[in-house]
């Protein structure tokens, strides 16, 4: 790839106005100007070195997040009583601390998405390309397809003896009240992605996007705390991805597309609420 150094060098400033968490939030820059509507095809993507180390560093993020997330769901399902787990208090935290830390991580490289219904908000509120949105989900799944596999490597037994970490909506609930629960709880992540790296509070308020990594896993902790027993908490194609795919039973699949319309739904919505209604901002280009 000719010019790479260069473009390692310039490449992470290059589409920042782009990426919306991390690198656009992360302006140096106080005075606030609205950055245009990203266009839906940038061909000059596709020949910068920045574009596919933020691929690269989305399928890590993921990998690392269901692998962490995954074992601990392993070691709480595994256990013969409450006293001896960390519980779903535990496993909340462990979603929300991971993604505490990888959006801290990863959000200068590639906005530290690490979640495709994240990605399809801001692709709605024009954040990003659909060329880099499409990337990223590709990325994002296979990360989480590899990190539920090498957990289900490690200990194959424990892995499908206890359900693989898989989303399903639970006895007692409806399909209905599943997918609602999904559609608020992505609600409120992508919402609160969009408050916590919005320029505008950053050009009033230096700390807001060295910040923006704790407000986001919260609400993960959060929504987590409240559907696990729903639906064990989607909010993430991926996550619900990867885990069906490695455990592969019928059951995981019978919901599966609860945790894709519901994460997708609440992720447009969160966006329309904040573009429109909080930000003012039409749906269109500017000329």
């Known amino acids: 790839m000719e010019g790479r150094e260069e473009d390692v060098k310039v490449g992470a400033n290059k589409y920042s106005e782009r990426q919306a968490i991390g690198t656009a939030a992360q302006s140096q820059d106080k005075d606030y100007k609205e950055s245009p509507p990203a266009p839906l095809f940038e061909p000059g993507e596709l020949k910068s070195w920045s574009f596919y180390r933020a691929g690269i560093a989305e399928f890590v993020a993921t990998f690392l997040f269901l692998y962490i997330t995954i074992l601990t769901v392993m070691g709480v ?9 960390v519980g779903i208090q535990g496993i909340a935290w462990s979603f929300g601390g991971m993604i505490f830390a990888l959006v801290y991580c990863t959000a200068g490289i590639s906005g530290g998405h690490i979640n495709p219904a994240v990605t399809f908000g801001l692709l709605m509120a024009r954040k990003l390309s659909l060329t880099r949105a499409l990337f990223y989900m590709v990325m994002q799944c296979s990360g989480a397809i590899c990190g539920a596999g090498v957990v289900k ?7 499908e003896g206890n359900g693989g970490g898989a989303n399903v909506v639970a006895s007692g609930y409806t399909k209905g009240e599943g997918l609602g629960a999904e559609i608020i709880g992505t609600f409120v992540l992508v919402y609160t992605v969009f408050s916590a790296t919005d320029a505008k509070r950053n050009a009033r308020d230096s700390h ?31 996550r619900s991805l990867g ?19 519901g994460p997708f739904i609440g992720a447009a919505l969160a966006a ?16």
């Open 272 to 287: 329309i609420y904040h573009q429109v209604v909080i930000r003012a901002i039409p749906f269109k280009s500017r000329p």
């Open 77 to 85: 399902s595994n256990s013969k009583s409450k006293c001896s787990t």
């Open 153 to 159: 490597g490690f200990q194959k037994g424990l892995y």
């Open 208 to 238: 807001v996007p060295l910040l923006a990594p704790l407000p986001i896993g919260f609400a993960v902790f959060l929504v987590h705390l409240a559907t696990i027993p729903i639906t064990g908490t989607g909010i993430n194609p991926a």
């Open 243 to 261: 885990a069906a795919i490695i455990y592969n039973k019928a059951h995981a699949w019978d919901d599966h597309w609860i945790f894709w319309v």
